[in-house]
T-cell receptor, first 112, second 113 residues
Framework: DAKTTQPPSMDCAEGRAANLPCNHS???????VYWYRQIHSQGPQYIIH???NNETNEMASLIITEDRKSSTLILPHATLRDTAVYYC?????????????FGQGTTLQVKP | NAGVTQTPKFRILKIGQSMTLQCTQD?????MYWYRQDPGMGLKLIYY???????DKGEVPNGYNVSRSTTEDFPLRLELAAPSQTSVYFC????????????FGPGTRLTVT
């Protein structure tokens, strides 16, 4: 599985969009990009995933560059409850194990 | 659905003691996982299972054992507890395939002294 690089921390003002970057320059054609977050000391929570097209759900949007070497997770209107560690993970599409390999993630602090 | 449940929530062990961390899921998921998370670090995969009777090692399996006799349960066994095993342990499950996002339990906080 490809490795990812994320900034260790970011700040965002409440109500503004939070844009979290992720580099995955060695990603393979069959690897998906997944985003999870971990609020305080709870178990991680799935947010969104995609292959090459942009994706949107009720929680966030995922923008993947055309060359797939990087992506951005967008929280459109960040709230204080979005303060968490955000993990970007790449995983083989046809994985027969479903394994996720977590990196260090980005700590997002949403400020009032 | 209760999702993924873990017991106990907290435990303190003495060096050399043994214990089993319990994990149960009620979503009929084939895949189950055990992770550990040390303070300030990301999660590390200990063991995983793709179905009843099938288990395999993850990134950090030493000092642990698992079994998967049913689809629902995936217990993690620590045989000789060491201070290096002080951590928060998370169990997770997922359905098969790339759309099978992992659902995590609330975690077990273990201290070995």
């Amino acid at each position: 599985d490809a490795k990812t690089t994320q900034p260790p921390s970011m700040d965002c003002a409440e109500g503004r969009a939070a844009n979290l970057p992720c580099n995955h320059s060695t990603i393979s054609g069959n690897e998906y990009v997944y985003w999870y977050r971990q609020i305080h000391s709870q178990g991680p929570q799935y947010i969104i995933h995609g292959l090459k097209n942009n994706e949107t759900n009720e929680m966030a949007s995922l923008i993947i560059t055309e060359d797939r070497k990087s992506s951005t997770l967008i929280l459109p209107h960040a709230t204080l409850r979005d303060t968490a560690v955000y993990y970007c993970i790449v995983r083989v599409e046809a994985s027969n194990t479903g394994k996720l390999i977590f990196g260090q993630g980005t700590t997002l602090q949403v400020k009032p | 659905n209760a999702g993924v449940t873990q017991t106990p929530k907290f435990r303190i062990l003495k060096i050399g003691q043994s214990m089993t961390l319990q994990c149960t899921q009620d979503m009929n998921h084939n895949y189950m996982y055990w992770y550990r998370q040390d303070p300030g670090m990301g999660l590390k995969l200990i063991y995983y299972s793709v179905g009843a009777g099938i288990t395999d090692k993850g990134e950090v399996p030493n000092g642990y054992n698992v079994s998967r006799s049913t689809t629902e349960d995936f217990p993690l066994r620590l045989e000789l507890a060491a201070p290096s095993q002080t951590s928060v342990y998370f169990c997770a499950s997922s359905a098969k395939g790339h759309r099978g996002e992992q659902y995590f339990g609330p975690g077990t906080r273990l201290t070995v002294t």
